[in-house]
């Protein structure tokens, strides 16, 4: 990744419950854009940003523009747009909770979770509760993203009770 000042970042939460954060870049410390940066996030804080593995990073050009796509970029057929879920699962004893967060264009956090329970009869694979809780998690996601797209389509056309169906 690389970035230069007056960039915005945005990264999203490592760990369940963990927010999704934005900040301005005010210095690059790596060499051609590379990390570290030091940045101020939107809540006031400033600090070193070392991307770590898992992270999810998205930088936009400064007044919100949207970062130039990484693969393919504009063509005569349409726009790329690149989106990101960062998906997080913790496992306590028999139980999984998977948190899903989009990073998308506006930078607005969407977040969704899921949960898994293994009884007593169950086998110990705990593949199978993160497999479980990361498909509720991002099923909630596709919902709460339909019910957005709901309310959008209302809120340009004015027609009420628009129902968005998946397919």
Do not use: C
């Amino acid at each position: 990744m690389k970035a230069k000042t007056g960039d915005r970042i945005i990264l999203a939460g490592e760990q369940v419950d963990r927010p999704t954060r934005d900040g301005e870049v005010l210095e690059v410390r790596g060499d051609d854009g590379a990390p570290p940066y030091l940045v101020r996030w939107s809540d006031g804080h400033t600090g070193l940003l070392y991307p770590g593995p898992g992270s999810v990073l998205r930088v936009t050009e400064p007044g919100g523009q949207g970062p130039p796509p990484e693969t393919g970029g504009a063509s005569r057929e349409g726009v790329v747009r690149q989106w990101h879920v960062n998906v997080s699962i913790f496992e306590a004893g028999d139980d999984t909770t998977a948190t899903v967060a989009l990073l998308a264009d506006p930078p607005e956090e969407l977040r969704s979770r899921g949960v898994a329970h293994r009884s007593a009869a169950d086998h110990e694979d705990h593949r199978i509760g993160d497999e479980v809780a990361v498909a509720r998690a991002l099923r909630h996601l596709a919902d709460d993203l339909l019910d957005r797209a709901a309310k959008d389509i209302e809120e340009v056309t004015g027609e009420p009770d628009v129902v968005v169906r998946s397919r």
